[in-house]
């Protein structure tokens, strides 16, 4: 029975040691989350760009999917050339699984355009992203208001 039981514990110990890492997504997606919203408030697309993965989708609200980092590129510079930004992205939580993690967050995003009124808006996001040699990429990207129309 001894003989057994050495096994076993051998086992169970080298089982739980395979485990993905304990929770390490959200400190590093809150603070890409900040740097994210410094970049947007800044003009700096390719800030931006930085967190995204080669083949991440962009999903923005009353427009077509983004396919990779070319064509989200081509949103953001649109959007960065609207005028002087003041995004705030705020992260509500993050959900981790291994290699993948979702943000659930929102945003107050104020946007005044060269010689207009200032435009405001707030809203919410869901962020999915993938841990890539090492780095937390973002693969999936969606948001929208929460404005009345």
Sequence with gaps: MKRLLIPAILLLGACASMDTPSGDAEAVI?????????????GNVDGMLAFYAD???????????????????????????????????????VLQSGDLAAETGHFDL?????????????????????????????????FNSSMPR
């Design 30 to 42: 809150r603070k890409n989350a900040s740097a994210f919203a410094a970049a947007a408030s800044s």
């Design 110 to 142: 104020t946007i005044t355009p060269k010689g207009g009124a200032p435009i405001k808006d707030n809203g919410k996001f869901l962020v999915v992203w993938k841990r890539i040699n090492g780095e937390w990429r973002i693969v999936r990207d969606t």
């Design 55 to 93: 083949d991440a989708i962009l999903l923005p609200p009353n427009a077509p999917m983004f396919r990779g980092k070319d064509a989200i590129r081509q949103f953001w510079s649109g959007f960065a050339s609207l005028g002087a930004i003041n995004a705030q992205l705020i992260t509500d939580d």
